[in-house]
């Protein structure tokens, strides 16, 4: 589902939708600057079989994510976070506990500085395959 460069906030989805976005498994939100955390949370809690996410150039910031939905990241294998200049670590984090499956998560330009990572040493991640941190310049050692 393309809904890239919508005004869509996402607060309007609810477990009504959830009957018409059930076996969605890629869904592209690429510079919807009106999408909120909130709305994320929100439009995840319908989609239950999402392998991929593209949050690329939103606002969010990631803190909400442990809120209803994110359970339902299990599946999720491609994560886009690129230009996502709110992302902040605990947010991140949050997100990425959510992920098992995860093989590939880009965060090209963001200003995380991976200092939260240690959290997801032990347990998470184990799946993931590729990495995009390019110019991520506020990486510190991971």
Known sequence: ???????ITGEMFSELSLGY???????DLFDCSNITDLGIVKILSCCP????LNLMNTFITGEMSSGLGLGYLHKLENLDLDECWNITDLGLVKILKCCP??????LEYSIIT???????SLGYLHQLENLDLFDCSNITDL
């Open 1 to 7: 589902l393309k809904l890239e460069y919508s005004i």
């Open 101 to 106: 499956e995860l093989k590939v998560l880009k």
């Open 49 to 52: 079989e999402l392998k991929v």
């Open 21 to 27: 976005l059930h076996q969605l498994e890629n869904l």
């Open 114 to 120: 991976g200092e939260m990572f240690s959290e997801l």
